[in-house]
C-alpha cells in the first residue's frame, strides 16, 4: 500500500516562511515511478486549489498567487517533493495536501493524496 505522508506545516507570522515535505513510501518494490507531484491547498469553506507541481524531470508550475514566493522541489532518489514557502500572508493559511501520480505492482498509474498539514498565517 503506497501512501503520501506530509511534514511541516504549523503556525507563522506573516512575511514567515516554512517548508513542507512529502514523502511517498509503500511496502518494498511496490513504487515503480513516481510521476508528478504536487501540492494543493483548502482553505476554510472554500474548494482545493492548486498551489505548484512538479513533472519527474522537474519542470513546474504554480497557482499566480504564490508566484516568486513558493517553489516547489523534488528529490525523486527519495520519493519527495517539498514546497518552501516564503513572504506568507495570512490568505496562504489553509491545509496543504500533497499529491502524486504513482505507479505500482497492483495498480498501474494512480493518483494518491495525504492526509494533510495545516498552516496557520497569523497577521
Known amino acids: 500500500q503506497v501512501q503520501l505522508v506530509e511534514s511541516g506545516g504549523g503556525l507563522v507570522q506573516a512575511g514567515g516562511s516554512l517548508r513542507l515535505s512529502c514523502v511517498a513510501s509503500?511496502?518494498?518494490?511496490?513504487?515503480?515511478?513516481?510521476?508528478?507531484m504536487g501540492w494543493y491547498r483548502q482553505a476554510p469553506g472554500k474548494q482545493r486549489e492548486l498551489v505548484a507541481t512538479?513533472?519527474?524531470?522537474?519542470?513546474?508550475n504554480y497557482a499566480d498567487s504564490v508566484k516568486g514566493r513558493f517553489t516547489i522541489s523534488r528529490d525523486n532518489a527519495k520519493n519527495t517533493a517539498y514546497l518552501q514557502m516564503n513572504s506568507l500572508k495570512p490568505e496562504d493559511t489553509a491545509d496543504y495536501y500533497c499529491n502524486a501520480k504513482i505507479w505500482t505492482v497492483m495498480r498501474g498509474w494512480d493518483d494518491y493524496w495525504g492526509q494533510g498539514t495545516q498552516v496557520t498565517v497569523s497577521s
Open positions: 509503500g511496502a518494498s518494490g511496490s513504487i515503480l515511478s513516481v510521476n508528478d
Open positions: 512538479s513533472t519527474s524531470s522537474s519542470s513546474t
